[in-house]
């Protein structure tokens, strides 16, 4: 069997986590064959609720799984990973203003983009889940100067299955046929899911999804999905979003199919007349190294000012955390 892989999840005790360390154990992202050091890292108050995690995982007896430490300390959390997963994040409470949350998520992913920078294996590849994501990831990055700048990325992957799963209802199509979809900009209601570059079995897409479907219907409803799952579950989604979080670790790890690709958030070199520096949805692949932008896409009068809207808020984003002196 391969060298063991430590593995970082923090907000372990919270409801991604819990759908999300079982999959981790059960071998979704390096494989069934690679052991596996889980590391929890968890507010004070949490570390007893997640050794009941824990105890449930040691009860599933997986085979991969070689460890598990809990612990309340950054340091100690991020020592030696080689993945760390973001999950936890400060939820906006009863008359909390967005700069106050801005404040507190500012507070907590510093902190962690510095133990990473300080701990954390030289492979190490971060995912931020926690809210706002892709500004989260932006300032844990802004931390850690030492680590490649693209190692920090921002989940989007579930917004991107969002896309494809209503991609595949409106089309009658397995949602297994269909590919070359991208979200860009932020994980927030301004996103642009794009069907421009869509392929079914590799072929392009032409037919079925006229303008004014998308328009008023699918980008509204994927970039406000998550508000849909909390009226009708009574709860922000979880068990999607640990899906979702799997499938965008296991693809960076293991590679992309031939001719695919995924979205990923991640720090934009400029690309696509993005602005440099935030951390944007952009279409990616992975040969199990590093991500990769895909190249040369044409960008149309359709897609242009929808991409530029959800950056310029994330640019808004990234002025306030400044502004805020979270960052430099
Ligand atoms: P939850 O409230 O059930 O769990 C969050 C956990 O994080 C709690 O156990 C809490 O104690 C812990 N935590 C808070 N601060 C921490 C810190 N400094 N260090 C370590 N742990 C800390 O929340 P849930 O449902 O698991 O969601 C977690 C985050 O994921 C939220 O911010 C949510 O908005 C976000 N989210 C992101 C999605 C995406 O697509 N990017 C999709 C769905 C949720």
């Keep these: 069997t391969s060298a063991p892989v430590t593995v970082t999840v923090t907000g372990a005790a919270g409801q991604i986590a819990y759908a999300l360390l079982f999959r981790l154990a059960a071998g979704g992202v390096y494989g069934k064959d690679v052991p596996i050091r889980l590391r929890l890292l968890e507010v004070t108050a949490a570390t007893g609720a997640a050794e009941g995690v824990a105890m449930e995982l040691e009860d599933c007896a997986f085979p991969a799984l070689a460890s598990i430490d809990i612990t309340d300390d950054p340091a100690v959390g991020f020592d030696g990973a080689s993945a760390a997963i973001l999950v936890g994040a400060r939820p ?21 983009g510095r133990a990473i920078n300080n701990h954390a294996a030289d492979d190490v590849r971060v995912l931020v889940v926690g809210n706002p994501a892709n500004t989260n990831a932006y300032i844990a990055q802004r ?3 030492d680590v490649p700048a ?4 921002a989940l989007m992957r579930l917004d991107h299955n969002r896309a494809l799963s209503q991609l595949a209802t409106r089309l009658g199509a ?4 269909l590919d070359r979809v991208v979200v860009w900009g932020n994980h927030s209601a301004t996103q642009f899911p794009d069907v421009s570059y869509l392929t079914r079995g590799g ?11 998308l328009t008023d219907e699918f980008i509204p409803r994927v970039a406000k999905r998550g508000s849909e799952i909390i009226e009708v579950r009574g709860s922000s989604s979880a068990a999607s979003a640990a899906g979702a979080s799997i499938v965008h670790m296991r693809d960076w790890v293991r590679g992309t ?9 991640l720090p934009s070199k400029g690309e696509y007349g993005t602005v440099p520096g935030v951390v944007t949805g952009l279409p ?8 990769e932008v895909v190249e040369g896409l044409e960008i149309d009068e359709f897609q242009r000012p929808r ?6 808020e994330l640019v808004d984003e990234r002025d306030q955390v400044h502004a805020l002196g979270l960052v430099d």
């Design 307 to 312: 991409i530029d809207a959800s950056v310029a």
């Design 150 to 153: 693209e190692r920090f990325t």
């Design 143 to 145: 931390h850690a100067p």
């Design 92 to 112: 906006r409470g009863a008359g909390m203003e967005r700069a106050d949350l801005l404040t507190a998520n500012g507070a907590i992913f510093r902190g962690q």
């Design 174 to 177: 397995p949602v297994g046929e």
């Design 257 to 265: 199919p031939d001719n695919s690709w995924t979205t990923v958030a």
């Design 284 to 291: 990616c692949r992975s040969d199990g190294g590093e991500w």
């Design 203 to 213: 072929v392009p897409v032409t037919e079925g999804l006229d303008q004014q479907w």
